[in-house]
C-alpha cells in the first residue's frame, strides 16, 4: 500500500470510529422491555426463613453458640433493620402480603386463601420486564398459581422438605446458571421451611417421617443441647420447654445453613454483585405468644439487606421502621419499573442508600386466621417502643387455638400451671386474652405486663388507638365497625 492509500485508511477508519462513538453517545436508553434494557436489570434473590424469631440469629443478640454464621456474615456485608416486621404472622398471608403490597383485606387472602385476581403482583411487574422468576418450596403458599408466573418453580419435596442446604445449592446454582446463559435479569424467591415445626430431632418430625417415607427427612448438621439454649422471655423455663427450644435452634441453625448455601451458588456464578440480597423471616417461631398473633415476637423480623454498591457494609438502621408491605414497592423502585397503584406500602430505598426517610415511626400488623381455618381476628399499630392490639375475637369465652400449641412447650406449660399460679395466669391470658393489649416494650419487649388501664399511658394509648383508626378507615378494613362498636377508640375522636 503506497503512503498516501495508507493515510487515506487510517483517516476512513478514524471518521468511522468517531462516527461509532457519537452514535453510541447519542442513543436513546432502552426501553424496559428491550434486550439491552433487561441486561442492565438488577437481579433479585429473596431468602426466607419459616417461622424465625427477630432474637434467633447471631447478629440480632442470640447468645447460642455459633448459630448463624452465613446470616452474621451477610449482615456485615450489607444493612440490617432493628425496627422491620412482617404484616400479619402466619405463612402464606404474609407471603401475599410481599408480592402484592396489599394488607390481607385488601388483597383478599384473609388467611390460607388465593388473593383475587385483579390484584397485581410483583411477579406480573417483573415478568413484563423480561425477568427470570423463580421460587424454592412454599410454592403453594402463592395462589393462585397463575398470578405468580414463576418460570422455575421447585416445591419442598424436591428440596428434603424445604430443610436439605445440598439440595438449595443445587437448584440455586442451576437457576443463577439458567438466567445468565439466557441473559436474563432474576428474581428467585428462596424459601428455606426451617425452623417450621417439626423441628430437627424432634418426635414431631420422626411422625412425619413415618408418614412420609419418600422423601426422606434431612439431618442436622449439629443437634443443639437444652443446656445450651437461652429460652425466649415470653416462655417459662420449663424442662420440656427448653428441649423443645433446642430442637428450634437446632432448626435455625440447618436454616443458616440452607441461606449459606445458596449465596455460595451466587458467588459462583458470578452474580453477586448485580444482586440486590434480602433475608427475613415470614414471621416468628411457633411457640405460644408468638407466631398467629400480633405481639413484638410474632411479626418482628431479622431484616437484612445487601445491595452492592448501594447499601453500606456492616450498618445497622435503628430509625426507621419497615413492613412486609413495603417490599414490592422496594423492589420495584430499585429495579427501576414503574409503581403498582393500589398498593397500601411505599418503597424503603432511600433508606436503603442512607438517607432520611419521613413518617416511618409506626406500622400497622393484623392477624386473620389460622392454618386450621378458625378466625382469631386482630388489628395492632407500634411504634419503636409501644404496642397497641385489639382483639375483636377476645369476648371471655372463646378460645384460641393455634399450631403453637401442638408439641412439647405448651403441654409443659398446662402441666406446671397446675401449681404455679403464674404460669396459670399466662395460660389463661393466652387462650382467652382481652378485647385491648397495650405494652412498653422499651421496658417489656416479652409483653407480660398489659398496660391498657395504666392511667399513667392513656395519652400514648389514645394516640395509638386514633393511628389504628385512621388506617383502618383508609384501607376500609372489615373490623372497623367491630373497632367502633366496642368503643376501643372512644378517646380519640
Known amino acids: 500500500m503506497s503512503g498516501t492509500r495508507f493515510f487515506r485508511h487510517v483517516l476512513v477508519v478514524l471518521l468511522a470510529s468517531a462516527s461509532a462513538v457519537v452514535e453510541e453517545t447519542s442513543r436513546p436508553v432502552q ?11 438488577l437481579n433479585v434473590l429473596l431468602i426466607t426463613a419459616d417461622d424465625m424469631n427477630y432474637d434467633s440469629p447471631g447478629i440480632t443478640g442470640c447468645r447460642v453458640s455459633s448459630i448463624t454464621p452465613n446470616l452474621d456474615r451477610l449482615a456485615s456485608q450489607g444493612l440490617r433493620f432493628v425496627h422491620a416486621h412482617v404484616t400479619i404472622a402466619v405463612c402464606q398471608p404474609s407471603r401475599s402480603v410481599l408480592m402484592t403490597g396489599r394488607y390481607p383485606h385488601r388483597n383478599g387472602a384473609m388467611g390460607f386463601e388465593a388473593i383475587r385476581e385483579d390484584v397485581p403482583t410483583l411477579q406480573e411487574s417483573l415478568r413484563a ?54 441473559g436474563k435479569p432474576f428474581f428467585l424467591m428462596a424459601n ?95 411457640f405460644p ?33 419497615i413492613s412486609g408491605i413495603d417490599y414490592m414497592a422496594t423492589i420495584l423502585e430499585a429495579a427501576g419499573l414503574p409503581q ?14 442512607g438517607e432520611p426517610q419521613g413518617d416511618r415511626d409506626l406500622v400497622h400488623t393484623v392477624f386473620n386466621q389460622t392454618a386450621g381455618k378458625q378466625d382469631f381476628p386482630m388489628r395492632c399499630v407500634q411504634s419503636k ?18 399450631e ?24 389463661d391470658f393466652f387462650l382467652k386474652r382481652v378485647p385491648e393489649e397495650f405494652y412498653d416494650f422499651e421496658k417489656d419487649p416479652c409483653a407480660l405486663k398489659n398496660l391498657i388501664d395504666d392511667p399513667r399511658y392513656a395519652e400514648r394509648i389514645n394516640e395509638l388507638r386514633a393511628r389504628l383508626r385512621k388506617t ?12 367502633m362498636k366496642l368503643g376501643a377508640n372512644k378517646q380519640a375522636d
Open 385 to 402: 417502643r409501644f404496642g397497641y392490639i385489639f382483639n375483636a375475637w377476645s369476648d371471655g369465652k372463646t378460645v384460641f387455638k393455634n
Open 192 to 286: 428455606s421451611q426451617d425452623p417450621h415445626r417439626p423441628f430437627a430431632g424432634s418426635a414431631q418430625e420422626k411422625q412425619a417421617g413415618e408418614r412420609d417415607n419418600d422423601p426422606p427427612w434431612p439431618k442436622a448438621s449439629r443437634y443443639y443441647k437444652p443446656d445450651e439454649v437461652t429460652i425466649p422471655g415470653f416462655l417459662p423455663d420449663l424442662p420440656d420447654v427448653r428441649k423443645e427450644v433446642a430442637e428450634y435452634f437446632t432448626s435455625v441453625h440447618r436454616c443458616d445453613e440452607t441461606v449459606g448455601e445458596i449465596l455460595r451458588a451466587l458467588d459462583e456464578t458470578g452474580l453477586a454483585d448485580g444482586t440486590v440480597v434480602m433475608f427475613l423471616s415470614d414471621n416468628g417461631m411457633a
Open 31 to 41: 426501553p424496559a422491555g428491550s434486550a439491552a434494557g433487561r441486561a442492565q436489570r
Open 129 to 182: 420486564a423480561g425477568y427470570l422468576n423463580g421460587i424454592f418450596a412454599k410454592n403453594k403458599h402463592l395462589a393462585p398459581k397463575s398470578k405468580f408466573c414463576w418460570d422455575v418453580d421447585i416445591g419442598g419435596d424436591a428440596l428434603g422438605h424445604g430443610r436439605d442446604p445440598a439440595l438449595y445449592y443445587k437448584y440455586a446454582k442451576a437457576f443463577f446458571q439458567q438466567a445468565k446463559d439466557a
Open 472 to 483: 383502618m378507615e383508609s384501607t376500609k378494613d372489615p373490623l372497623l365497625a367491630e373497632f
Open 340 to 353: 403498582v397503584e393500589g398498593m397500601d406500602g411505599r418503597s424503603f430505598v432511600p433508606v436503603l442508600k
Open 289 to 321: 405468644f408468638a407466631k398467629t398473633n400480633c405481639y413484638l415476637a410474632s411479626t418482628r423480623t431479622p431484616w437484612i439487606v445487601r445491595w452492592p454498591g448501594q447499601t453500606k457494609p456492616n450498618t445497622v438502621d435503628n430509625e426507621h421502621m
Open 404 to 427: 403453637s400449641q401442638t408439641g412439647l412447650t405448651f403441654d409443659a406449660m398446662k402441666k406446671a400451671a397446675e401449681s404455679n399460679p403464674q404460669i396459670a395466669a399466662r395460660v
